[in-house]
């Protein structure tokens, strides 16, 4: 059985169970999702009174370390790459970097080099796959005032055990001080917190838009705040919504194999389809062609979490642990994976179980993912379940689908998710019909997974 799509004069034709094959984040039908009419219409956002407006140059935030570091596959080695100071610190990012991650495929910490004890923590990343779209992985910490050890846990691609890859002593002093080169930058304040306390700070970067669709950008940009809110995003009255503008000198266009070695983008943040892997179906998903370009960009103003929208009506979508989510700003389903792609980068993985194997793999012998909504069910006790406080004792487990409709919210453990990655048949999933898979919204579980990640981040845990 295959797809056949007709992309840019060539036909490429996925094997969908052919286990060579990956593919992205969203549901690989798209006349299966949601489109946006079928959500209620978005309401405008509020005025703000005396909102935050930036020209021609970047928003100064808090000190920040940023550490590159490159993967060659090839030896499965690890090295530095850069050492960067910034200025895109928030002090939710300050506060959250003192705890130890829960998540997370790829894990760094900055140690006292004589007393080896932890001062800060970063984590990104979903599973093997990421590696081969991104050369380069990228971490950041408050900036220390003296040399400090950073030390890289990674997992294996085969067994899926942390292990210790990369270890070095920095000498902040030493590092690049980053130099914004971008002239043409525009920040614009959209929405504050409606909850008093600590926030987070989101912000909606524009990518692939010419000089002349700014205006187009921050009517975007508002229609994806506006989305979030409507559709009750998790912890949404506690973030800070900004849109930050920046020229791109090309579309982003369609997606064609451009040879190799990967040219860098020609755009603001230089996002592109990852040809470069031989990915299958490539034409579904973008990530950045330079990753100190991308985070050059994002440095332009403090954030904790970066949306990017892209001047682009196809279907696509990216999202993973904390590296970036980007979606085509004028796709008719807009709102799907915007929640979709979301949840993935708050460490959510597939829902449905068709369309080739996802971007989002862990390591064939993992014991058990640490994504939120997925389990390889080892025991069928239901107080072993990650999400047992959603499930009435009486649910057997693994749980039968036709169990769905039987009771409002009959969660349990049903098989599915996973797109088609091996293991097969060990994936179960909390429920049906979530926009994790091709549904309208989150589901209980979901809502609840992306909430721990968000009080994690605001250094919150009693939500």
Known sequence: MTISKILSGFIFTIGIFGSQYSHSNPYFDESQVPKDFTYPAIQPLPKITNPLVIKNGPEVGLNILR??????????????????????????????????????SYRA???????????????????????????????RFPLPLHPVR?????????????????????????????????????????????T????????????????????????????????????????????????VFSPSQMKLGKAVDLGLPVAER?????????????????????????????????????????????????????????????IPARSMSFTYLLLHEAGHFFGLNEEYSEGGRTELEFAPGIDEPWSQNITFLKSNILADLKWASFVLPSTPLPTPKSYWPLQSKSYGAFAGG??????????????????????????????????????????????
Request: one cysteine or more; a negative charge; aromatic letters at 14%.
């Open 67 to 104: 550490v590159g570091v490159k993967v060659d596959l090839s030896t499965e080695t690890y090295s530095l790459a850069n050492v960067v100071t910034e200025t895109s610190g928030t002090p939710a990012y300050y506060r959250r970097a003192h705890q130890f991650p829960k998540w997370g």
């Open 109 to 139: 910490v900055l140690r006292d080099p004589t007393m080896g004890m932890a001062i800060y923590h970063d984590s990104i990343g979903t599973g093997k796959e990421f590696r081969k779209l991104v050369n380069e992985i990228t971490f």
């Open 150 to 194: 950073f030390e890289l846990t990674a997992e294996n691609p085969e067994t899926g055990k942390m292990e210790l890859v990369f270890s070095e002593v920095l000498d902040p002093a030493s590092a690049v001080k980053a130099k914004p080169d971008f002239d043409s930058t525009e920040i614009r304040e959209l929405k504050r917190p409606t």
């Open 196 to 243: 008093p306390g600590a926030s987070v700070r989101v912000n909606i970067y524009a990518d692939g838009y010419t000089s002349d669709r700014k205006d187009i950008f921050w009517l975007d940009a508002a229609k994806a705040v506006s989305s979030l809110i409507d559709n009750k995003f998790p912890l949404s009255d506690r973030m800070h919504f900004y849109a």
């Open 266 to 326: 020609n755009s603001f943040l230089g996002l592109y389809y990852p040809y470069w892997d031989n990915f299958g179906r490539w034409f579904n998903i973008v990530y950045p062609t330079r990753e100190d370009k991308f985070r050059r960009g994002l440095a332009l103003a403090p954030y904790d979490y970066a949306i990017i929208l892209i001047d682009n009506n196809e279907y696509w979508g990216v999202g993973n642990f904390r590296e970036l989510t980007s």
């Open 418 to 463: 996973y797109a088609q990655s091996p293991p097969l048949g060990h994936s179960h999933i909390p429920g049906l019909n979530c926009v994790m898979d091709r549904g309208s919204n989150f589901c209980d579980v979901c809502r609840h997974g992306i909430t721990e990640v968000i009080n994690f981040d605001l250094a919150d845990q009693k939500n």
